[in-house]
């Protein structure tokens, strides 16, 4: 994925609809990672589950932390970015950046394990599931929090 410093009113009609398509399909994989845990939760025969709007809720979810997790914008300029990098932590930026990239990871680790089960049709335990489940939950609210707190950040420093 290509990080672009422009701006939307400066991209071409084409750069608008690439973006659009592949918000679009990282809207689709969170979908799906949703989906994923939602039936290996289902089969664990948790009553959590048990509807098609709870697993449609998940599917929601999962394609929002995707969608506004993993496209961050970029950081606002900054005096010192022509300064050699330092040995510390990092930034706030770089922070959220880590948030997005752990919410995506734990989320994506889940889906799999998930589909591994239901694939090799391994019997689903309760106490497995609902840890599985709440460790996606926590990667996609990580993946929203990092989503929100970069656009906020963006929309503070340019009406400064």
Known sequence: MIKRTDTWD??????????????????????????FVAAHVGRANIDLIGSGATVLAMMIYGGIGFYLGIDLPPAPPDHRMHLPLRHGLGTKADA?????????????????????????????????????????????????????????????????
């Open 10 to 35: 400066t991209r071409s009609t084409i750069s608008r609809w690439a973006h659009i398509l592949e918000r679009t399909g990282l809207a689709l994989t969170g979908a799906s990672c949703g989906l």
């Open 96 to 160: 959220v950046e880590l948030l997005s990239a752990a919410g995506t990871f734990l989320a994506a680790v889940a889906a799999v394990i998930s589909v591994s089960s239901i694939v090799l049709d391994e019997a689903a335990h309760a106490i497995t599931a609902l840890l599985i489940s709440f460790g996606w939950a926590i990667g996609a609210s990580m993946q929203i929090a990092s989503g929100i707190i970069a656009r906020t950040r963006t929309e503070v420093s340019t009406t400064s």
